[in-house]
């Protein structure tokens, strides 16, 4: 029979890298947004210019910009969240064995 431990771990494995993907879908297209905002003559023309100023909305413009910005951060962060999945669970690289080595600040 298999104990809880042995279940639950594949189980946090999947939940982790999809939060991980989430954040990766999430950070695409706020960094699309923000391109879009900032620097619209990055990814437009001046004839989508004055497209834009007929429909109201520089979003619509060119879908497929942002389907790529969404899916390159959704498999971003899926090989984040597998990296991170090794660093922290399985090295547990995240420790400090010697702790004379930490840093001491002084007040």
Known sequence: MLSKKS???????TVYIFLSMLLGFLLGNLIYTSLAVSYPEILFTQEDASCMSCRGT?????PLQQMIFTVLGTIGGYFMGGLWWQVVYVDRKYRNKDKSKTLKTEW
Not at 7 to 13: N, Y
Not at 58 to 62: H, K, L, Q, R
Request: cysteine-free; overall charge positive; proline content about 8%.
């Open 7 to 13: 279940v639950a771990l594949p189980r946090k494995r």
């Open 58 to 62: 520089m979003f619509d413009v060119y």
